[in-house]
C-alpha cells in the first residue's frame, strides 16, 4: 500500500533554501510558519518530479507521461535532492514553527534521510527486480477520472515509450537478485502483459482516434509489450542459470536500520521482539480459557487433549468450519460493509463521510501475488477518486487449497478482516487522511500508524459491542468471536517474531511454518502465504503490532488522565486527523 520511496524521475533541482522567505516582522513565530508552508509547496513539486510515478499514485497527475530511467545518473540527481533539502530544512528551527509543521518537518526529514541509506546502502534496486513494473502506474493514470480517455491514452503512450531504456537499466542495475523477488517479478510482470494485452488494448480502441493514430497505438502498445517480455525473458534467463543466489534474508545490521527508518518507533526491533514473545504467552492464556468453555458446545463428547495448544487448534479447526462458499466469498464483503458502517454510527465511534463509497472488486492483475485483500484510496489530490476494497480471486485454488482458505476467514475472522481492512480501518483511516490540512502528512505515511489504526480498531470494537452484535448474523457468539480475535491477533503477534526470526535468527521454513501452524493456529494455505511474505518483504509485518501497541496504550492514558470527561469518538476523530503521522508525533501533538 505504502508507496515506494524509490520508483523516479529526472529533473534540475531548484535553490529553495535562498529564496527570501516571508517578511512578517510582528509575528516571529507566525512569520517561520508562512514560509514553512510555502517551502512545503516548492518541495512537494520538486518532490513530486523527482518521483513521477509515486504522484501518479498520489493522484497528482502533472507528470504522468514522465518514466524515470532508473540509472546511476538518476541516483546522483535523488542524492544531491535529498542534501539540498535537508540543508534547507536546517534552516527552520523547531522552536520557531508550529507544532502542525514541526511534525511536518520531522516527517520529511525522516524520509530524506533514509533516501542515502537506501540508495548507497540496502541498494534492492539491485537484488528486487519486482521493482521495475509499471502496471501499477499505467492503471492509476487510466483511473484518472478528470482526464479524457483520449489524453490518458496519450500520456500512457508517451510513458511506455521509455520502456527500452527503461529495462536496459534495469537489467544493468540486477546484479545476484534473490530468487523470491526474481520469481515476483516474473509473475507480476506477465500480469502486467496481461492487463496491457486486454485492459490497455480496449481503451485504445474506445478513444476517439482517427484511424491512423489508432494504428500507431496499438503498434507502440505491442512494442512495449515486448520489451516487458524481454525483461521476463532475461529474469527467466538468471534463474536458469542459477544466478539468483543473494539471500531473501537481510541481516542483523541492515534490519535493525530499516526498522528504525521504516516503523519510527520508540521501540528497537528488539525490544518489540521481545515484547511479542511475551504478547504470545498473555494469549495462549486468554485462548486456553475460552477453549474449556467451548470446548463441549462444539466437540461434543470427544476427550480434550491435555497439550493446551492442541485442544485450542482441534477447537478452532471445528469452529473455523463455519465458512462462505468460495463462490460467495466477495458477496458476503460487500454484505458486511453497510452493516459495519452503521454500527461504528449507532455507537458513536467515528463519524464517517456517506459521501465516499467504497467499491468491493476483485484484485487487478497487476497486484496479485502478495496480499488476500487491500484497500487502495485515491491519492490526497483526488478527493473525488473511488477507493476499491481489493479481494483476491480464489478461481485459481484448489479445492483443498480454496477450503483451507476459507477457514481461516471463517465467519468470525472474515468480520475482523473488514474490520481491519475497511469499516473503521484501512478504509476509514484513508478517508481522514484524505482530509489532514498537511499534504506532507497525508503523503509521508507512517507504516506502523496506518497498520496500527487498522489492528487497534478490530479490539476496539469488539469492545464496544460487536461481540454482542445480532444485525449480521441473527445471533451474537461472544466466546467464538473473542476466540477467533485472541487467533486473528495472535497472527499480528507472530508476524514480528516471524519477520524478527527470518531475518534476525536464519529461522527455517519449518521452524517458521512450525509457529504460524502450531502456536499460532494458521491453516497452511495462510502459514505459506506468510512465510512468502516474509521473504519478500523486511521489517513490514512488525509495523502491526508495534502501532497497536502504541495506539492502545496511548488510550489507556490519556482515559486514565480525563477520566469521566474521555470521549472514544472525540479521540478517534483527533487522533485521525493529523494524517498518517508516526504515532510518537501524534501523541506529542495531542497531548
Ligand atoms: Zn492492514
Given at each position: 500500500m505504502k508507496k515506494l520511496f524509490v520508483v523516479a524521475i529526472a529533473s534540475f533541482l531548484f535553490s529553495c533554501g535562498s529564496k527570501k522567505e516571508s517578511s512578517n516582522t510582528e509575528n516571529p513565530i507566525a512569520s517561520k510558519d508562512v514560509a514553512f508552508d510555502a517551502f512545503k509547496d516548492r518541495f512537494m513539486e520538486e518532490l513530486w518530479k523527482m518521483y513521477p510515478g509515486w504522484a501518479t499514485g498520489s493522484g497528482?497527475?502533472?507528470?504522468?507521461?514522465v518514466l524515470i530511467i532508473p540509472d546511476d545518473t538518476y541516483r546522483t540527481k535523488e542524492l544531491a535532492f535529498v542534501k539540498q533539502y535537508i540543508d534547507s530544512l536546517a534552516g527552520f528551527e523547531d522552536a520557531s514553527l508550529n507544532e502542525n509543521n514541526k511534525t511536518d518537518k520531522a516527517l520529511i526529514l525522516s524520509t530524506l534521510n533514509s533516501t542515502p541509506w537506501a540508495i548507497n546502502k540496502f541498494k534492492s534496486f539491485e537484488w528486487d527486480p519486482s521493482q521495475y513494473n509499471i502496471g501499477g502506474a499505467v492503471s492509476e493514470i487510466l483511473d484518472n477520472k478528470k482526464e479524457t480517455l483520449e489524453n490518458k491514452i496519450r500520456t500512457v503512450i508517451q510513458k511506455i515509450g521509455k520502456l527500452e531504456a527503461y529495462y536496459a537499466a534495469a537489467k544493468s542495475n540486477i546484479?545476484?537478485?534473490?530468487k523470491e523477488h526474481t520469481e515476483l517479478a516474473i509473475l507480476q510482470l506477465k500480469g502486467t502483459v496481461g492487463f496491457f494485452e486486454t485492459s490497455v488494448t480496449d481503451s485504445i480502441n474506445k478513444g476517439k482516434f482517427g484511424a491512423h493514430e489508432q494504428d500507431k497505438y496499438n503498434a507502440d502498445l505491442k512494442v512495449a509489450i515486448s520489451h516487458i517480455n524481454g525483461f521476463i525473458a532475461h529474469l527467466e534467463g538468471i534463474l536458469k542459470n542459477n544466478q539468483a543466489n543473494r539471500s531473501f534474508r537481510i541481516g542483523k545490521e541492515l534490519y535493525a536500520e530499516k526498522f528504525s527508518s521504516d516503523i519510527q518507533s520508540t521501540y528497537s526491533a528488539d525490544e518489540i521482539y521481545q515484547k511479542a514473545l511475551k504478547r504470545k504467552e498473555e494469549i495462549l492464556k486468554d485462548m486456553s480459557v475460552l477453549t474449556k468453555k467451548l470446548w463441549p458446545k462444539y466437540m461434543k463428547n470427544a476427550v480434550m487433549p491435555a497439550n493446551e495448544n492442541e485442544a485450542i487448534k482441534a477447537l478452532i479447526g471445528e469452529i473455523a468450519k463455519t465458512h462462505v462458499s468460495r463462490e460467495k466469498f466477495q458477496t458476503e464483503i460487500e454484505r458486511q460493509i453497510p452493516i459495519l458502517t452503521k454500527f461504528v454510527k449507532d455507537k458513536n465511534l467515528l463519524y464517517m463521510d456517506p459521501s465516499k463509497p467504497l467499491v468491493v472488486r476483485k484484485e487487478p492483475e497487476w497486484m496479485a501475488g502478495v496480499a488476500g485483500a487491500s484497500i487502495s484510496a485515491p491519492g490526497p489530490y483526488d478527493k473525488e477518486g473511488d477507493t476499491f476494497y481489493n479481494v483476491g480471486s480464489l478461481a485459481a485454488y484448489s479445492p483443498e487449497d480454496a477450503e483451507s482458505f476459507l477457514k481461516e476467514y471463517n465467519k468470525y475472522i472474515l468480520q475482523i478482516l473488514n474490520i481491519h481492512e475497511a469499516i473503521p480501518g484501512h478504509y476509514a483511516q484513508l478517508v481522514y487522511k484524505n482530509q489532514s490540512p498537511s499534504i506532507v502528512k497525508a503523503i509521508f505515511g507512517n507504516g506502523a500508524m496506518i497498520e496500527g489504526w487498522a489492528v487497534y480498531t478490530e479490539k476496539m470494537m469488539l469492545e464496544e459491542g460487536w461481540d454482542k452484535n445480532t444485525e449480521l448474523n441473527g445471533t451474537a457468539e461472544q466466546d467464538e468471536m473473542w476466540l477467533m480475535y485472541n487467533k486473528w491477533h495472535m497472527r499480528v503477534v507472530c508476524n514480528t517474531i516471524l519477520d524478527y526470526s527470518i531475518h534476525n535468527l536464519n529461522m527455517s521454513k519449518e521452524e517458521g511454518l512450525n509457529l504460524l501452524m502450531n502456536e499460532a493456529f494458521q491453516e497452511k494455505a495462510e502459514a505459506e502465504g506468510k512465510w512468502k511474505r516474509a521473504t519478500l518483504t523486511q521489517v513490514q509485518l512488525c509495523s502491526y503490532f508495534t502501532g497497536f501497541t502504541e495506539i492502545y496504550d496511548f488510550r489507556e492514558e490519556l482515559k486514565k488522565q480525563q477520566g469521566k470527561n474521555f470521549d472514544l469518538k472525540k479521540f478517534h476523530e483527533k487522533f485521525l486527523s493529523y494524517g498518517s503521522a508516526p504515532v510518537t508525533e501524534i501523541k506529542k501533538l495531542m497531548k
Open positions: 497528482y497527475h502533472k507528470y504522468d507521461s546484479k545476484n537478485p534473490t
